[in-house]
């Protein structure tokens, strides 16, 4: 990253960053007028390449609309605290797939490392698998088991 005089080049970087998060999110969850809310907290243990056997809990809220053929998206917020090193992860992702599956994509910042990031994976019933890219190129994957499970769903 150029050198910045007074925070300009990183503030630039974080509002695009936070915008095209944002701009992600409401695409994601434009739904048909017949889709069913479905909103809740869950929690889990994570864990990373990086950091090996010791976890994370993980604390998250997720929003989604189930349409009528059982078609989810929505946006789902995380934050995780690892055991030794602290807070670890904030994340904001997509979230789009069917009832029992779904695809994640979105950003956040990773503690830790004090850099943003980029975040996909694939959260199915009651485990999630993603990789995370920070900008300073550092590629990360992980294992979640979380209490998501699979939406309920009435045609």
Known sequence: ?????GGL??????????????????????????????????AGLGWTVKHGWMPSAIIGVRS????????????DLSLSYHFT???????????RGEIDWQAELGGGYNFLEQSLLLTG???GRLV????????????DGGLALNSIDKYDWKP
């Open 1 to 5: 990253m150029p050198e910045n005089k």
């Open 121 to 123: 994976g694939v959260q």
């Open 128 to 139: 999630n698998f993603s990789m995370d890219a920070t900008l300073d190129g550092n590629i």
């Open 9 to 42: 080049v990183m503030s630039r970087t974080i509002k695009g960053f936070i915008t095209a998060i944002m701009a992600t999110g409401s695409l994601l969850t434009s739904t048909a007028a017949a889709a069913q809310s479905d909103n809740h907290v869950y």
């Open 85 to 95: 090193d602290g807070f670890d992860k904030l994340l904001l992702k997509g979230v």
């Open 64 to 75: 989604v609309d189930v349409d009528g053929v059982g078609d989810v998206s929505g946006v």
